[in-house]
């Protein structure tokens, strides 16, 4: 069955500004993706940078409103395109109400 149809949650095609943070080690790697589509759940990212499955992820988006959400998440899909872009899926954890009210609001607007 498609992804698509296994889907409990709206996805809708978005391209927020979003930073990211993750650890290396003892170090933090940040920078900067593109958000692909986003959902109560989760996001769809575009990026050069490596990711790897499971890796815990901080991101960073600034809504469409000019307010910044700060989620955390893990990494559960990664896929390869062309010229090293990745595709990389990402689920949110520990989802607050205010958080959760916020991306409703940037997903129906």
């Known amino acids: 069955m498609p992804d698509r149809e296994r889907r409990k949650q709206k996805r809708v095609e978005?391209?927020?500004?979003?930073?990211?943070r993750v650890k290396d080690g003892k170090e933090t790697v940040a920078g900067f993706?593109?958000?692909l589509n986003?959902?109560?759940v989760g996001v769809m990212l575009e990026t050069f940078d490596p990711?790897?499955?499971?890796q815990e992820v901080v991101l960073d988006f600034l809504?469409?409103?000019?307010?910044?959400?700060k989620l955390r998440g893990r990494v559960t899909h990664i896929s390869s395109g062309d010229k090293?872009?990745?595709?990389?899926?990402?689920?949110f954890e520990?989802?607050?109400n205010q958080a959760r009210?916020?991306?409703?609001?940037?997903i129906e607007s």
Not at 84 to 91: D, E, L
Not at 101 to 106: F, G, M, N, T, W
């Open 33 to 35: 993706v593109r958000t």
């Open 51 to 54: 990711f790897e499955l499971e």
């Open 14 to 20: 978005t391209h927020l500004l979003t930073a990211y």
């Open 84 to 91: 090293g872009i990745q595709n990389v899926g990402v689920v």
């Open 94 to 96: 520990n989802l607050g």
């Open 38 to 40: 986003l959902s109560l």
């Open 101 to 106: 009210e916020l991306l409703a609001r940037q």
């Open 63 to 69: 809504m469409d409103n000019n307010e910044v959400l």
